[in-house]
């Protein structure tokens, strides 16, 4: 299971910390992808991370979000700076025990096996 908390209101420039926790199993263990979904929109890769710690990031975030990983609280994060209003979306952490060779098989939400069920995150202006 895997559990998102962090969400919340910010204005544009502002930064807030998204947690993703598992239970039953070691974040450690698996490759944790990070999604967001905005209203009427598919949802969309914001980062991933394989347990190699290879990370792949949309463009769109660059530079402005950061995946971690807490192995003691057997959590992951992504750290978000300069938010902007586009950034507006229900955000979902994801974890697949498969192994892929390119990263970029990772990027599909069809590699994922477990899904959180998504915390809000609203930029205002």
């Known amino acids: 299971q895997l559990v998102e908390s962090g969400g919340g209101l910010v204005q544009a420039g502002d930064s807030l910390k998204l947690s993703c926790t598992a239970s039953g199993y070691s974040v450690r263990d698996f490759a944790v992808g990070w999604y967001r979904q905005a209203p009427g929109l598919e949802r969309a890769l914001v980062v991933v991370?394989?347990?190699?710690?290879?990370?792949y990031y949309a463009d769109s975030v660059k530079d402005r979000f950061t995946i971690s990983r807490d192995d003691a609280k057997n959590t992951m994060y992504l750290h978000m700076i300069n938010l902007k209003p586009e950034d507006t979306a229900v955000y979902y952490c994801?974890?697949?025990?498969?192994?892929?060779?390119?990263?970029?098989?990772?990027?599909?939400?069809?590699?994922?096996?477990?899904w959180g069920q998504g915390t809000q995150v609203t930029v205002s202006t």
């Open positions: 994801a974890g697949t025990f498969r192994y892929y060779s390119d990263i970029n098989d990772y990027t599909q939400a069809g590699a994922y096996d477990y």
């Open positions: 991370r394989t347990t190699g710690g290879t990370t």
